[in-house]
Protein backbone atom coordinates (compact mmCIF):
# COMPACT_ATOMS: atom_id res chain seq x y z
CA UNK A 1 0.00 0.00 0.00
CA UNK A 2 1.35 3.56 -0.68
CA UNK A 3 0.52 6.53 1.84
CA UNK A 4 0.23 9.05 -1.10
CA UNK A 5 0.74 11.90 1.83
CA UNK A 6 4.21 10.40 2.11
CA UNK A 7 5.22 10.43 -1.38
CA UNK A 8 3.71 13.83 -2.47
CA UNK A 9 5.26 17.50 -2.48
CA UNK A 10 4.89 19.23 1.64
CA UNK A 11 3.48 22.07 -0.26
CA UNK A 12 2.37 23.62 -3.77
CA UNK A 13 4.73 26.39 -4.98
CA UNK A 14 3.52 30.64 -4.58
CA UNK A 15 2.55 30.59 -7.98
CA UNK A 16 0.10 27.50 -7.56
CA UNK A 17 -1.15 29.10 -4.30
CA UNK A 18 -1.75 32.58 -5.94
CA UNK A 19 -3.55 30.79 -9.16
CA UNK A 20 -6.39 28.99 -6.55
CA UNK A 21 -6.12 31.64 -3.95
CA UNK A 22 -4.36 34.49 -3.19
CA UNK A 23 -4.96 35.94 -7.02
CA UNK A 24 -7.78 34.66 -7.90
CA UNK A 25 -10.73 36.97 -7.75
CA UNK A 26 -14.53 36.24 -8.43
CA UNK A 27 -14.90 37.58 -12.38
CA UNK A 28 -18.96 39.00 -13.43
CA UNK A 29 -17.41 39.77 -17.51
CA UNK A 30 -14.88 37.42 -19.46
CA UNK A 31 -13.42 37.71 -22.69
CA UNK A 32 -14.98 36.33 -25.29
CA UNK A 33 -12.41 33.83 -25.79
CA UNK A 34 -14.38 30.67 -25.68
CA UNK A 35 -14.42 27.91 -22.68
CA UNK A 36 -14.58 24.11 -23.72
CA UNK A 37 -17.06 22.02 -22.21
CA UNK A 38 -13.75 19.34 -21.62
CA UNK A 39 -12.43 21.64 -19.18
CA UNK A 40 -15.36 21.08 -16.59
CA UNK A 41 -14.39 17.77 -17.33
CA UNK A 42 -11.06 17.87 -16.67
CA UNK A 43 -11.77 19.83 -13.40
CA UNK A 44 -13.99 17.40 -12.11
CA UNK A 45 -11.69 14.52 -12.69
CA UNK A 46 -9.54 16.67 -9.48
CA UNK A 47 -12.80 17.65 -7.46
CA UNK A 48 -14.23 14.11 -7.57
CA UNK A 49 -11.25 13.46 -5.25
CA UNK A 50 -12.46 15.71 -2.54
CA UNK A 51 -13.65 14.19 0.82
CA UNK A 52 -17.67 13.80 1.43
CA UNK A 53 -19.51 11.90 4.54
CA UNK A 54 -19.52 8.61 4.06
CA UNK A 55 -18.24 9.25 0.44
CA UNK A 56 -21.74 10.25 -0.61
CA UNK A 57 -20.44 12.86 -3.59
CA UNK A 58 -23.64 14.14 -4.03
CA UNK A 59 -22.57 16.88 -6.43
CA UNK A 60 -24.42 16.77 -9.51
CA UNK A 61 -23.94 19.38 -12.61
CA UNK A 62 -25.48 21.02 -15.75
CA UNK A 63 -22.81 22.36 -18.03
CA UNK A 64 -24.58 25.12 -20.41
CA UNK A 65 -22.08 26.38 -23.71
CA UNK A 66 -24.77 28.26 -25.31
CA UNK A 67 -26.69 31.26 -24.33
CA UNK A 68 -29.57 29.31 -25.93
CA UNK A 69 -29.20 26.69 -23.37
CA UNK A 70 -29.35 29.57 -20.42
CA UNK A 71 -32.41 30.97 -21.34
CA UNK A 72 -34.79 28.67 -19.15
CA UNK A 73 -31.78 29.55 -15.89
CA UNK A 74 -31.85 33.09 -16.75
CA UNK A 75 -35.40 33.66 -16.21
CA UNK A 76 -34.92 32.92 -12.50
CA UNK A 77 -31.72 34.32 -11.87
CA UNK A 78 -32.01 38.16 -9.66
CA UNK A 79 -31.87 40.69 -12.05
CA UNK A 80 -28.36 41.85 -11.56
CA UNK A 81 -26.99 38.07 -12.45
CA UNK A 82 -28.56 38.11 -15.46
CA UNK A 83 -26.93 39.21 -18.43
CA UNK A 84 -23.53 38.63 -17.36
CA UNK A 85 -24.60 34.91 -17.58
CA UNK A 86 -26.17 35.41 -20.67
CA UNK A 87 -22.74 36.97 -21.77
CA UNK A 88 -20.28 34.17 -20.56
CA UNK A 89 -18.48 31.74 -21.91
CA UNK A 90 -19.68 28.77 -20.09
CA UNK A 91 -21.92 28.42 -17.70
CA UNK A 92 -22.29 25.52 -15.12
CA UNK A 93 -24.85 24.88 -12.52
CA UNK A 94 -24.33 22.80 -9.32
CA UNK A 95 -26.66 20.82 -7.94
CA UNK A 96 -26.87 18.32 -5.11
CA UNK A 97 -28.70 14.62 -5.55
CA UNK A 98 -31.00 13.59 -2.44
CA UNK A 99 -30.97 10.37 -4.01
CA UNK A 100 -27.37 10.30 -3.86
CA UNK A 101 -27.79 6.88 -1.59
CA UNK A 102 -28.62 4.82 -4.71
CA UNK A 103 -24.32 5.09 -5.40
CA UNK A 104 -23.61 4.17 -1.60
CA UNK A 105 -23.17 0.31 -2.43
CA UNK A 106 -20.19 1.61 -4.59
CA UNK A 107 -19.13 4.74 -3.14
CA UNK A 108 -19.00 3.06 0.27
CA UNK A 109 -18.47 -0.71 0.48
CA UNK A 110 -17.38 0.12 3.93
CA UNK A 111 -20.95 0.86 5.28
CA UNK A 112 -22.82 -2.01 4.16
CA UNK A 113 -26.77 -1.13 3.66
CA UNK A 114 -26.60 2.29 4.00
CA UNK A 115 -28.45 2.43 0.54
CA UNK A 116 -31.51 0.38 2.31
CA UNK A 117 -30.65 2.74 5.55
CA UNK A 118 -31.14 6.37 3.70
CA UNK A 119 -33.92 5.13 1.38
CA UNK A 120 -36.53 5.90 4.17
CA UNK A 121 -35.09 9.00 5.38
CA UNK A 122 -35.67 12.03 2.74
CA UNK A 123 -35.03 14.42 5.45
CA UNK A 124 -31.59 13.21 6.45
CA UNK A 125 -30.59 12.49 2.72
CA UNK A 126 -31.34 16.35 2.02
CA UNK A 127 -29.54 17.61 4.46
CA UNK A 128 -26.03 15.32 3.87
CA UNK A 129 -26.78 16.02 0.36
CA UNK A 130 -26.72 19.41 0.83
CA UNK A 131 -23.93 20.08 3.27
CA UNK A 132 -21.40 17.96 0.91
CA UNK A 133 -22.71 18.69 -2.06
CA UNK A 134 -21.50 22.40 -0.69
CA UNK A 135 -17.98 20.76 -0.12
CA UNK A 136 -17.85 19.73 -3.53
CA UNK A 137 -19.00 23.25 -4.48
CA UNK A 138 -16.12 24.42 -3.09
CA UNK A 139 -13.98 22.06 -5.20
CA UNK A 140 -15.57 22.91 -8.18
CA UNK A 141 -14.29 26.36 -7.65
CA UNK A 142 -11.00 25.43 -6.58
CA UNK A 143 -10.66 22.75 -9.91
CA UNK A 144 -11.74 25.26 -12.33
CA UNK A 145 -9.46 27.98 -11.34
CA UNK A 146 -6.52 25.38 -11.31
CA UNK A 147 -7.34 24.96 -14.85
CA UNK A 148 -6.50 28.53 -15.55
CA UNK A 149 -9.99 29.75 -15.14
CA UNK A 150 -11.77 32.71 -13.85
CA UNK A 151 -15.18 32.04 -12.22
CA UNK A 152 -18.37 34.01 -10.88
CA UNK A 153 -20.38 31.77 -8.29
CA UNK A 154 -23.95 33.04 -7.92
CA UNK A 155 -26.97 32.19 -5.26
CA UNK A 156 -29.33 34.79 -5.97
CA UNK A 157 -31.83 33.07 -7.94
CA UNK A 158 -35.42 31.55 -7.78
CA UNK A 159 -34.07 28.15 -6.02
CA UNK A 160 -37.25 26.47 -6.81
CA UNK A 161 -38.05 28.62 -10.52
CA UNK A 162 -34.13 27.08 -11.55
CA UNK A 163 -35.40 23.44 -10.28
CA UNK A 164 -38.42 23.27 -12.43
CA UNK A 165 -36.55 24.46 -15.23
CA UNK A 166 -33.47 22.39 -15.35
CA UNK A 167 -34.14 19.54 -12.95
CA UNK A 168 -37.65 18.60 -13.21
CA UNK A 169 -36.98 14.81 -14.75
CA UNK A 170 -33.69 14.02 -12.60
CA UNK A 171 -35.07 16.02 -9.10
CA UNK A 172 -31.87 17.70 -8.27
CA UNK A 173 -31.64 20.72 -6.55
CA UNK A 174 -29.95 23.76 -7.53
CA UNK A 175 -26.43 24.80 -5.13
CA UNK A 176 -25.34 27.59 -6.75
CA UNK A 177 -24.50 29.38 -10.83
CA UNK A 178 -20.53 28.87 -11.81
CA UNK A 179 -19.98 31.53 -14.48
CA UNK A 180 -16.59 30.31 -16.54
CA UNK A 181 -14.05 32.04 -19.05
CA UNK A 182 -10.34 32.00 -19.35
CA UNK A 183 -9.92 36.01 -18.24
CA UNK A 184 -12.12 39.09 -17.44
CA UNK A 185 -12.69 41.77 -19.89
CA UNK A 186 -10.22 44.18 -19.49
CA UNK A 187 -12.73 46.86 -21.20
CA UNK A 188 -15.16 46.37 -18.55
CA UNK A 189 -14.69 48.04 -15.18
CA UNK A 190 -17.40 45.95 -13.38
CA UNK A 191 -15.66 42.72 -14.56
CA UNK A 192 -13.93 42.35 -10.86
CA UNK A 193 -14.60 44.50 -7.77
CA UNK A 194 -12.19 45.74 -6.02
CA UNK A 195 -11.30 43.29 -3.22
CA UNK A 196 -13.42 43.77 -0.12
CA UNK A 197 -11.78 43.17 3.55
CA UNK A 198 -11.16 39.64 4.53
CA UNK A 199 -11.02 38.76 8.10
CA UNK A 200 -7.63 38.18 10.14
CA UNK A 201 -6.80 34.71 11.37
CA UNK A 202 -7.28 35.79 15.03
CA UNK A 203 -10.44 36.62 14.20
CA UNK A 204 -11.54 33.61 13.04
CA UNK A 205 -9.54 31.06 15.30
CA UNK A 206 -9.21 29.88 18.58
CA UNK A 207 -6.47 28.20 19.62
CA UNK A 208 -6.00 26.23 22.87
C1 LIG B 1 -22.08 30.84 -3.00
C2 LIG B 1 -21.83 32.21 -3.58
C3 LIG B 1 -22.91 32.96 -3.99
C4 LIG B 1 -22.70 34.22 -4.60
N1 LIG B 1 -23.77 34.88 -5.13
C5 LIG B 1 -23.54 35.96 -5.90
C6 LIG B 1 -24.62 36.54 -6.65
O1 LIG B 1 -25.77 36.07 -6.61
N2 LIG B 1 -24.34 37.61 -7.43
C7 LIG B 1 -23.08 38.15 -7.52
O2 LIG B 1 -22.89 39.11 -8.27
N3 LIG B 1 -22.04 37.62 -6.81
C8 LIG B 1 -22.25 36.54 -6.02
N4 LIG B 1 -21.18 35.95 -5.35
C9 LIG B 1 -19.83 36.55 -5.45
C10 LIG B 1 -19.26 37.03 -4.08
O3 LIG B 1 -19.82 38.26 -3.73
C11 LIG B 1 -17.73 37.12 -4.22
O4 LIG B 1 -17.24 35.83 -4.52
C12 LIG B 1 -17.05 37.61 -2.94
O5 LIG B 1 -17.46 38.90 -2.63
C13 LIG B 1 -15.51 37.58 -3.08
O6 LIG B 1 -15.11 38.41 -4.15
P1 LIG B 1 -13.60 38.39 -4.71
O7 LIG B 1 -13.34 37.00 -5.17
O8 LIG B 1 -13.64 39.37 -5.85
O9 LIG B 1 -12.70 38.83 -3.62
C14 LIG B 1 -21.38 34.72 -4.73
C15 LIG B 1 -20.29 33.95 -4.30
C16 LIG B 1 -20.51 32.69 -3.74
C17 LIG B 1 -19.32 31.85 -3.35
Known amino acids: ?124 RDGLARTNGLIQLGYLILALRAEGLQVGPMAGMDAAGVDGALHAENGWRVLAVLNVGHAADPEDERAQFPRAGRLEFDQVAVVR
Open 1 to 124: MTITSLTTPARLDDAALGLLFDDAHTTNAFTREPVDVDVVRRAYEHLRWAPTAMNTQPLRLTVLGTPESREPLVAHLSPGNQAKTLAAPLTVVAAYDPDFHEHMPVLAPFRAGMREQLAPDAEL
